[in-house]
């Protein structure tokens, strides 16, 4: 394995431990298994320590890791594993419940520009926060020339499901994963960024291929709708879709490709079940494909859960 991916996995594993810290949603953890003869061909090696709950990072060019701890710190891994004291210019954070400074990405002109592009909770006042994009110039000690790109509408009050992560596609168009601020039927209208995947140019302007650009009564900058708490992102190594995964209620995480204009159904459909309870949510587990088109009013047709 290469070390870039290695560190991929030991960094993976803190930080879906790190996004669900601060909810009161239930996590189960699976009883210990001892390790067989086929585990022992992996071995994990410590790089780096004394990071506060990690919950994204990113390669440079050199070799070293930039990481974003959730209290509101950057901080640069070295080579050697030595740790940076956090960097200046980092906007206030809202470290509210799952809040706080989250995901990360390099520019698609890095090499030229040494931009960084990251989400964060920020403060809207009065009680309410919301996830706010922004990027800024990496130095050694500091990010300069900070700009918010972008802000999610509305802000509401509480602490849950701010999504978050960010990629750049091979066009240099950004996705960023929002959650539906466990309010769930913001979800389904296309006024709001709530539970939405939104795609932006570097710079927060809208793409003009955009899916609902033009469509009245529809935020141009919303690719995909219906999410719950899409906290994974990546790109399809061969196709370049956004892959998805989705924090969803008990018993309903999914992953998806990413497409444009598609409607994915929550809260009105979905395989999971509320916490604790196990009663249901929604209307059923499926609905047909030229149902999930509508919005804001549409009504899919039940069906029994499986």
Avoid at 69 to 83: H, K, M
Avoid at 281 to 286: Q, S
Wanted: net charge neutral; aromatic share 8%; glycine share 12%.
């Amino acid at each position: 394995m290469k070390p870039h991916a290695l560190l991929a996995v030991v960094f993976l594993s803190a930080f879906v431990a790190s996004a669900c810290s601060g909810a009161s949603e239930p996590v189960s953890n699976p009883p210990a298994v001892a390790p067989t003869a086929a585990d022992k061909s992996i071995t994990t090696t410590e790089v780096a320590s004394g990071l506060s709950s990690p919950w994204s990072m990113a390669f440079l060019p050199d070799g070293r890791l930039l990481v974003t701890e959730r209290a509101g710190n950057l901080r640069l891994v070295g080579i050697d594993g030595g740790l940076s004291a956090p960097l200046a210019g980092v906007p206030a954070v809202d470290m509210n419940g799952q809040g706080g400074l989250l995901g990360l990405t390099l520019g698609p002109d890095f090499a030229n520009d040494a931009r960084v592009f990251f989400a964060y909770t920020e403060s809207a006042g009065g009680g309410l926060n919301r996830t706010a994009v922004a990027s800024g110039r990496l130095t050694d000690t500091a990010l300069t020339d900070v700009q918010v790109i972008f802000r999610q509408q509305p802000a509401v009050a509480g602490g849950f499901h701010f999504g978050s992560r960010l990629v750049f596609d091979r066009s240099d168009n950004l996705f960023v994963t929002l959650g539906e601020r466990n309010l769930k039927d913001p979800a389904q209208a296309l006024d709001n960024h709530l539970g939405k995947v939104v795609r932006l140019r570097a710079d927060g302007s809208i793409p003009a291929d955009n899916p609902f650009v033009g469509q009245a009564g529809a935020l141009p900058e919303i690719y995909s709708y219906g999410h719950r708490n899409p906290q994974g992102l990546a790109l399809h190594p061969q196709t370049g879709e956004p892959w998805i995964s989705e924090h969803g209620p008990q018993g309903g995480d999914e992953i998806n490709r990413v497409l444009p204009r598609r409607n994915y159904g929550w809260p009105r459909i979905t395989h999971g079940v509320n916490y604790g309870s196990g009663t249901t949510i929604g209307e059923g587990t499926g609905a047909p494909m030229s149902n999930r088109r509508c919005f804001s009013g549409c009504r899919y047709p039940s069906r029994p859960r499986a």
